[in-house]
């Protein structure tokens, strides 16, 4: 074999071994700066949660704030917060993790984007302001992005595990907030009943409770197992969604209900649920004469009755 051939079949090799390195340098560079870049999936995340009383959930729009009050939370002040929703919001904020931090060149339009059409996160201790961040994501909610405040470093959002948009807990609107059950209020004060049918007022019937007798339907004799299944099925109506006001809930007070619920407790507050004819598997509602509610119909079909199904046979 030749001097000269000997000598390319060890540059070949050389030049193989040289490529071989660079590419191991360049996987260490990447993969190692990769590790370097992890995020402390803490970064979000309060020590205790246990002390926090007040959230405020801020937009450009709309401001929601949910208090705790004495045992429960409260939605603006005005009404019972869903227990469950605010068990998902202390979950998530819990469980919350930065995946990874955005690119800077996305990081400033993304900050941006947060700042000015995100939801502006603030946990109380009192009146001492513990944790803030903006959150909000991209058009088609795939995407959750965090960024705390005073901080143009952008994150995106995960919980381990889960395929969940993770902002989306703090965008609902305060009606989504609320409580589902229609009644809530104390009914070991309750006195009456009425129920009114404006298009056949001999339907109409008013059930009240007899220190003797228990509940019962005055003038006749009454099924009280059926009268007591009908108070519980009120007592735990719940609405498929409240609506804030406008238009449509303007347009049902011009409308003849179908159906009016009004109780009264011992202190002669009256709460009271108008509702109307259905619309496909929908039925519409006014609460307390202001507040829009809308209700599946199966939900309903336990609440529709007349005094003459309590009539014992």
Known sequence: MLISDMQEKRNKKLAFLLMALTLAAALIIVFGGRERARVDPELFR????????????????TTVELTFKGSRWKV????????????????????AEPKRAVSSQLADSIAERLENGGIHVTLYEDDHVAQQFFAGGNS???????????????????????????????ELQANQWREKYVFGFNWE?????????????????????????????PDIKTDTGKVHTFLDNVSLLTANEFLEPGDFTDSLKKTTPEMILKITDVTNATYSLALYHAKGSRVAGLLNKTDGVVFSRLKLEPIYRRELYFVEQ
């Open 76 to 95: 603006n002040d005005r009404y019972n917060a869903d227990r469950e929703l605010v068990t998902v919001l202390f979950a998530t904020l819990r469980q």
């Open 46 to 61: 309060l020590a205790d949660y246990n002390s926090i009383n007040r959230i405020s959930l801020q937009s450009d729009t």
């Open 140 to 170: 088609l909610k795939t995407q959750a992005y965090f960024r705390r405040a005073g901080d143009e470093q952008v994150y995106m959002m995960t919980i381990p595990g889960y395929k969940v948009y993770v902002s989306g807990i703090f």
């Open 189 to 217: 004060n309750f006195r009456d009943l009425t129920a009114e049918f404006p298009g056949h007022r001999e339907d109409n019937f008013t059930i009240t409770q007899d220190r003797h007798r228990g509940f019962g339907i």
